[in-house]
Nanobody, 111 residues
């Protein structure tokens, strides 16, 4: 299984980005998929997750700004990030249970 994240970039506070994670397999087989992020020197933290049935959950700091979704037809996991803040700056990783990880994509938000 391979996961490839893309869509990161450099934006100003208040702007938007959409991350995408393309899987090499049919993602409908994954019960749960998620986005994590990591800042250098810190532990990787959970950001948002979604079940196969479409139930999503978020950490408090992104709820209402980020939307996670999965496109089973395209085998992609997406993260729409709106109203970005400098504290959202991190490397973002996608994950599929049991324990598949994609390479990260850098998101940098300037103030």
């Amino acid at each position: 299984v391979q996961l490839q994240a893309s869509g990161g970039g450099f934006v100003r506070a208040g702007e938007s980005l959409e991350l995408s994670c393309a899987a090499s397999v049919n993602i409908s087989t994954f019960l749960f998929m998620a986005w994590y992020r990591q800042v250098p020197g810190d532990q990787r933290e959970f950001v948002a997750g979604i079940t196969r049935g479409g139930n999503a959950n978020y950490i408090d700091s992104v709820r209402g700004r980020f939307t996670i979704s999965r496109d089973n037809a395209k085998n992609t996991l997406n993260l729409q990030m709106n109203n970005l803040k400098p504290e959202d700056t991190a490397v973002y990783y996608c994950r599929a249970l049991p324990d598949y990880w994609g390479r990260g994509t850098q998101v940098t938000v300037s103030s």
